[in-house]
């Protein structure tokens, strides 16, 4: 299944972008940001560091997938767009510089 396409208004440094996923991601953002603070309830009850590790494999796993489905979307819209007006080179590399920093 393919994603809905974002779509971009890129005019000089002002960008801005509809976010096809926008509900989903701030569900799964504010799920995350409860899991965090359940992380620091945890610190502070001085549970087992097993546990507390679990907790945060946890959260990298899913902020990974918000920041996948940013990367997906960004390049079936943005860049695909780009590509087509004939600034392609500009956009994938930024998706590049993008990609390097999300694999780290």
Known sequence: MTSPEA???LT???K???QPHKKALLKRLNRIE???RGI??????DRYCVDVLTQVAAIQS??????LQLL???TRGCVATA?????GEKSIAELMTAVRRFAR
């Open 7 to 9: 779509h971009c208004a």
């Open 12 to 14: 000089g440094d002002d």
């Open 16 to 18: 801005h972008v509809v």
């Open 34 to 36: 409860g899991q965090v």
């Open 40 to 45: 620091a309830q945890m610190i502070g009850d």
């Open 62 to 67: 899913a902020l990974d997938a918000v920041g």
């Open 72 to 74: 997906e979307d960004h």
């Open 83 to 87: 590509v087509k007006a004939g600034h």
